[in-house]
């Protein structure tokens, strides 16, 4: 059974955007800021210095990045000048640089390469199909078995 409820007792009018809740939109809006400042604040930057360090936060008038080591850490304060002349520039008003020794998140690792399917694997699947019931799962393993490599000559003649 389901009851009524009253217009003015409803919340909403179904779904909403995720960015458009009012704490998480702030949220959003606060790191897509973050994240333009870290790239225009590290575009000043050497490149190999660029690559060893990131903007972190910006609180207050300080600015405050990320080092992966200690000798990364030095380099980019010896950058402070720069680096507050071009926050300046773009409109944060920062007056001091705060870094902080952090190790950078490794990559990504690549997708792994998918191993070919052999053949005997191919022969397991098409006889799992035969005994399934329901066609479409049955097309399912019949495709997956039709990827396989092709068969062995030694193989072939097993059933």
Same mark, same amino acid.
């Given at each position: 059974?389901?009851?009524?409820?009253?217009?003015?007792?409803?919340?909403?009018?179904?779904?909403?955007?995720?960015?458009?809740?009012?704490?998480?939109?702030?949220?959003?809006?606060?790191?897509?800021?973050?994240?333009?400042?870290?790239?225009?604040?590290?575009?000043?930057?050497?490149?190999?210095?660029?690559?060893?360090?990131?903007?972190?936060?910006?609180?207050?008038?300080?600015?405050?990045?990320?080092?992966?080591?200690?000798?990364?850490?030095?380099?980019?304060?010896?950058?402070?000048?720069?680096?507050? /002349? =071009? *926050?300046?520039?773009?409109? !944060?008003? #920062? $007056? @001091?640089?705060?870094?902080?020794?952090?190790?950078?998140?490794?990559?990504?690792?690549?997708?792994?390469?998918?191993?070919?399917?052999?053949? /005997? =694997? *191919?022969?397991?699947?098409? !006889?799992? #199909? $035969? @005994?399934?019931?329901?066609?479409?799962?049955?097309?399912?393993?019949?495709?997956?078995?039709?990827?396989?490599?092709?068969?062995?000559?030694?193989?072939? *003649?097993?059933?």
């Amino acid at each position: 059974m389901q009851r009524d409820v009253p217009a003015s007792h409803r919340t909403g009018h179904g779904l909403q955007s995720i960015a458009d809740v009012g704490p998480v939109a702030a949220l959003a809006q606060k790191a897509g800021k973050l994240e333009a400042l870290d790239r225009a604040l590290r575009q000043t930057l050497p490149p190999p210095l660029r690559e060893q360090v990131r903007f972190a936060n910006f609180r207050g008038d300080r600015l405050v990045f990320l080092a992966s080591s200690p000798a990364w850490a030095s380099r980019l304060r010896l950058q402070q000048a720069q680096i507050l /002349a =071009a *926050a300046r520039a773009i409109g !944060a008003n #920062a $007056s @001091s640089v705060t870094v902080k020794v952090a190790p950078l998140p490794p990559p990504d690792p690549p997708p792994e390469q998918s191993k070919p399917l052999s053949a /005997a =694997a *191919a022969l397991h699947l098409k !006889a799992a #199909a $035969s @005994s399934i019931h329901d066609p479409e799962l049955r097309a399912m393993f019949l495709e997956l078995a039709s990827i396989a490599e092709p068969a062995d000559s030694d193989l072939s *003649a097993t059933p």
